[in-house]
């Protein structure tokens, strides 16, 4: 009997091989795709100077003073990342539902950049006052930190509105240019001799000037009204904001409670294998995190939420081969990469490395479901399933890296990540056809 008879053509071999090259043609020829790839590349570049900097700064200076610019440098870090308050994430979001509002987020951005910063620098005064111990830098380098804050508060939030405008080629041209000025403005200081940690950090203060300057210039084109503050927009932005900010920030903190558990349970040798299977990890995790980046404006413009769902469909195959052939490559190689690079001190990270990959599987391919709910309003339920999530890392962390050390906190992370794929998955689902938050 001829079983062909009873195939339908389309499930043909011919058809089948036919309908995936024309979706892998529409794949590459996509904008998103495109814009996708242009960011890889920007990511990569810019990893690449920041690699070669922070090479060239530390062999010129030596381990004291290095060590004095890398604390001015993740000080400021540290105040940029909290004292935003998920104001570029806002930004993003309610300039690609309305290009109109792009002028008075901008405004409100130059001011709430500064207002922040001057935050941070009281703050950091008053902790240094009644703690003196706790920062230890010299007041030419703790003035040229106060100084950088504002600035890469400012710059921050402007990239946000570039994004959000889907500027994305310009919002990673402007990135790759902060890192390749702060490049050459070292190389020059070296070539002088001049190079020591305040005109280091002063180099970097340079750069994000000049770049703030141009993102300002490059939103300018782009702005339609009247470019002046607006309190009501900072009003209707505070909430979703802040919801915005402890989400990214108790997402931050389940990716990292683990490693702080092992410091406080373990050994630092544990520590320090565990903490290479986490930088390991975070370099697969980076490829969605930049596809999200494009992609979240882009869901954020749909007119209402069913076109909303209906793209958030389309890319999660997009996510879940992409994850597949990541984690997969990445497991298969990681043995041959930790022991030529880093040597036989390392192999405890190897085992490590393999147990986190299905969470981090599962981690990556969640992506388009929280990008959904973010782009809806961010319910407050999506809190609550990351303080959820965070707990039970917690909790079983506590338990099972006290048996079983560093492949413990492996395997609760992973089932940290698949809990919190089919939570946000089942979450995105029910809301997909309800009204917006």
Known sequence: MNFSNFIPNRYTLKNIVQKLNEQWDIVVQSDFTKKVLHTFWTRILTMGFGLLITSLIAKFLGPESFGLYSIAVTLGAICVQVGCFGVHTSNTYFVAKSKELLGPLAANSIIIGCFAGLFSVILIKSLIYFFPNLIRLDHLLLSLTFIWIPLALIQLLLQGLLIGIYQIKDSNKLELANKGMTLLIVSLLIYLNILNAPSALLSQIIS??????????????????????????????????????????????????????????????EVGNYALA??????????????????????????????????????????WILMLFLTMTATGIVTCIVSSIFGNKYQEAIPAFIY???????????????????????????????????????????????????????????????IGFILFAVYARRLRHEPKS
Request: proline share 5%; net charge positive; hydrophobic share 55%.
């Open 278 to 319: 986490v930088a390991m990890a975070d370099m697969v995790y980076i490829f969605p995190s930049m596809m999200g980046t494009v992609l979240f404006p882009k869901i954020c413009s749909q007119a209402d939420k069913s076109q909303m769902w209906g793209l958030t469909k389309k890319v999660k195959p997009f996510f």
């Open 356 to 418: 986190l990959m299905p969470g981090i599987l599962f981690w990556g391919a969640s992506f388009p479901d929280y990008l959904f709910l973010t782009a809806i309003g961010l319910p407050k339920q999506v809190l609550f399933i990351w303080f959820f999530l965070l707990c039970f890392n917690v909790f079983f962390n506590i338990i099972y890296i006290k048996s079983y050390g560093i492949l413990g906190a492996a395997i609760i992370s992973s089932i940290t990540y698949l």
């Open 208 to 269: 994000i000037t000049i770049v703030g300057i141009w993102t300002f210039l490059t939103l300018k084109v782009y702005i339609k009204g009247p470019l002046r503050p607006s309190l009501d927009i900072f009003k209707k932005n505070v909430g979703y904001s802040l919801k915005s900010h402890f989400s990214l920030l108790l997402n931050f903190l389940i990716l990292r409670v683990d490693l702080l558990m092992i410091h406080y349970l373990l050994s630092s040798k």
